[in-house]
């Protein structure tokens, strides 16, 4: 089922946005079209942006980029709740969303704001935002008063008619979620299968079915050639000198139609590899790759393979 994060950005004590969360996830939660959770940015504890590099190529250094990374990527669209510092969102959000990139690309937003002037040029702001990590921000949004919807500008007692105005923000959020789930998952599909099934598992029919015939790899192991046959060749000898070859996936990124994947390959040395004779050595290497993935084919790819550590792990280099 579509899955929705009602996001809450503000971070500060006696914040009016808790109440305002917590309202429009009682509304989103009576719905039978979508799975609706609150996610709090206070409780990731996030200081200020303190990866070193850039977020697009999703290599994160630290478990609380990791951690929010993975609660991002979870879900298909989202519904932030903002309030409206100085004519723009709060830093908190913001210092929130600049962590990630690949997570927020191809999904959907929509807005609910508070402040003086209703939020609406936080929610300005914010769209700007969207537009550079590929996220369809819907039109309808719900501008909450500090004046009218929060009695003493603290307790908030929201007019009636909001409601009807969160519904019809969920509905555009749920429907471009959906609506772009065919960008957002057919590529990472693609790739996750060949990760699990081909390389893990050793289906070579589903080989053939996933690469294209005029694929072209621009960063071929040693001794193999720049092309379909050439891949088929590796994946052959990489099961027939690790019988027991496996590949884990820590976590994938798509930009546009291409995804990149950074995982594990592990397996144990029972045949010749790169020409050494079987070890019966346990090995295990990390790997980052690129697949560009077109009509559901995976048409180009880009790798480096630690295979320095598994000459070390085999005894070749000491």
């Known amino acids: 089922m579509t899955r929705i994060a009602i996001i809450l950005g503000s971070t500060r004590p006696g914040r009016n946005g808790e109440a305002v969360a917590r309202w429009v996830h009682e509304i989103a939660a009576a719905r039978g079209d979508a799975e609706f959770e609150l996610v709090d940015v206070a409780e990731y504890r996030l200081p200020h942006l303190d990866e070193a590099a850039p977020p697009s190529l999703g290599q994160y250094a630290h478990e609380h980029t990791k951690a929010w990374a993975a609660?991002?990527?979870?879900?298909?669209?989202?519904?932030?709740?903002?309030?409206e510092y100085n004519h723009s969102t709060s830093g908190a959000l913001k210092n929130a969303i600049d962590f990630l990139y690949g997570e927020w690309n191809n999904k959907a937003a929509g807005f609910v704001s508070y402040g003086s002037a209703g939020g609406t040029r936080a929610v300005e702001h914010l769209r700007l935002v969207m537009g550079e990590l590929q996220v369809a921000d819907v039109r309808n949004q719900v501008a909450?008063?500090?004046?009218?919807?929060?009695?003493?500008?603290?307790?908030?007692?929201?007019?009636?008619?909001?409601?009807a105005a969160v519904s019809a923000l969920l509905d555009q959020v749920v429907a471009w979620s959906r609506a772009l789930a065919s960008l957002r998952t057919d590529a990472k599909e693609v790739v996750r299968r060949n990760t699990e099934c081909v390389q893990s598992g050793g289906?070579?029919?589903?080989?053939?079915?996933?690469?294209?015939?005029?694929?072209?790899?621009?960063?071929p192991q040693p001794g193999t050639t720049p092309d379909k046959d050439g891949v088929r060749v590796l994946y052959h000898a990489l099961r027939s000198a690790f019988p027991d070859f496996t590949a884990k996936i820590h976590w994938q990124t798509v930009d546009g139609d291409v995804v990149t994947t950074y995982k594990t390959y592990s397996g144990t040395h029972r045949g010749e590899f790169l020409g050494l004779a079987a070890t019966g050595e346990h090995v295990e290497f990390e790997t980052v790759d690129a697949m560009r993935v077109v009509d559901g084919k995976i048409t180009e790819h880009w790798g480096v393979a630690n295979l320095y550590s598994v000459l070390q792990q085999l005894g070749a280099l000491t």
């Open 144 to 163: 909450l008063s500090l004046f009218t919807d929060f009695t003493d500008f603290t307790t908030f007692t929201p007019a009636e008619r909001h409601t």
């Open 71 to 83: 609660k991002i990527a979870s879900f298909d669209g989202y519904v932030f709740v903002t309030p």
């Open 203 to 219: 289906d070579f029919a589903l080989f053939e079915e996933l690469f294209a015939d005029d694929f072209v790899d621009h960063t």
